[in-house]
């Protein structure tokens, strides 16, 4: 059961997964138009992987709130933080997943332009979204 700021209020349950993937996909694709945008951005005063990390760590943060609330239906702010550390642990996987796509352009490309690493981006950011759903699936959000 899902809790709410109202202890008299009923037990909140997750939706079924058939409900949470429709949402789960929205927010993520918001997400990454965010994280992509906030990269090209970084990008114009630093160099790859700062600019990865600073747009990764502001939407990780947004997205974790947003999956909270309208994909798994928790309300309140008790365990937002908790589930916001859990959240930390995807936020990992997917820095070292697109560090790894830049490292990895520097070495095969060293001057490789802002589509090509945008598109690295994108790629290790689609693993990093289906291990993030797993893991706020089974781990972050699941029913208690």
Known sequence: MLSTDDPGAAPQTAPPVKRQLP??????VLST???????VAARAFTDPQVANLIALAVSAV??????????FGITGSEG??????????????GLGL?????????LAVPD???????GGLVVANGLA???RFLLMKVWVFKNR
Do not use: K
Not at 23 to 28: H, K
Not at 64 to 71: C, G
Not at 98 to 106: N, R
């Open 33 to 39: 138009l965010f994280y992509l945008g906030l990269f």
């Open 23 to 28: 949402s789960f996909l929205v927010i993520g």
């Open 129 to 131: 979204t289906v291990v």
């Open 62 to 71: 947004a997205n974790t709130a947003a999956n909270r609330r309208f994909t």
């Open 98 to 106: 697109s560090a790894g796509v830049l490292a990895l352009l520097d």
């Open 80 to 93: 937002a933080l908790r589930h916001q550390l859990q959240g930390a642990v995807a936020f990992l996987i």
């Open 112 to 118: 490789a332009s802002r589509v090509v690493e945008v």
